[in-house]
């Protein structure tokens, strides 16, 4: 499967006067191997908090707990001179962890055992429902 962290978006939530922002990441994937049959679709984009990536990674550590995962590129940027975080919507920043995410999922893929994981596979493809599958599991 072919995997890319495309692009960053800036969005907001909450009514007029109470404004979150936060950023999202679009993932596309296309399935190279004709014979796999776990994936949803062939072609397929879907947009990603970074919290999203948090709960997989924390999903797949209970999960796998004999497996070294990747880890995931920073939440905040924290400068060590200066002991507080800067501007999370930085642009240099958001790229810097996009591809950082897209690293993460690459080796996630590479993996002979967690690539076949169907919420792994559900978290590149399944637009819907996906959050709700992993609290299924019990584990968070």
């Given at each position: 499967?072919?995997?890319?962290?495309?692009?960053?978006?800036?969005?907001?939530?909450?009514?007029?006067?109470?404004?979150?922002?936060?950023t999202?990441?679009?993932?596309?994937?296309?399935?190279?191997?004709?014979?796999?049959?776990?994936?949803?679709?062939?072609?397929s984009?879907?947009?990603?908090?970074?919290?999203?990536?948090?709960?997989?990674?924390?999903?797949?550590?209970?999960?796998?707990?004999?497996?070294?995962?990747?880890?995931?590129?920073?939440?905040?940027?924290?400068?060590?001179?200066?002991?507080?975080?800067?501007?999370?919507?930085?642009?240099?920043?958001?790229?810097?962890?996009?591809?950082?995410?897209?690293?993460?999922?690459?080796?996630?893929?590479?993996?002979?055992?967690?690539?076949?994981?169907?919420?792994?596979?559900?978290?590149?493809?399944?637009?819907?429902?996906?959050?709700?599958?992993?609290?299924?599991?019990?584990?968070?």
């Amino acid at each position: 499967m072919e995997i890319c962290v495309t692009e960053a978006e800036k969005r907001e939530t909450g009514a007029l006067n109470v404004r979150d922002f936060y950023t999202v990441y679009l993932i596309e994937t296309k399935v190279t191997d004709t014979n796999w049959n776990g994936a949803l679709t062939q072609l397929s984009s879907i947009w990603r908090r970074y919290s999203e990536f948090e709960l997989l990674r924390n999903y797949l550590e209970l999960t796998y707990p004999y497996i070294v995962l990747p880890p995931l590129p920073e939440k905040k940027v924290m400068y060590a001179w200066q002991k507080v975080a800067s501007d999370t919507f930085d642009p240099d920043f958001v790229d810097r962890r996009r591809a950082g995410l897209e690293n993460f999922l690459l080796r996630v893929a590479s993996h002979p055992i967690l690539s076949y994981d169907h919420l792994f596979v559900g978290f590149l493809q399944q637009a819907v429902g996906w959050r709700e599958n992993i609290k299924e599991t019990g584990e968070l």
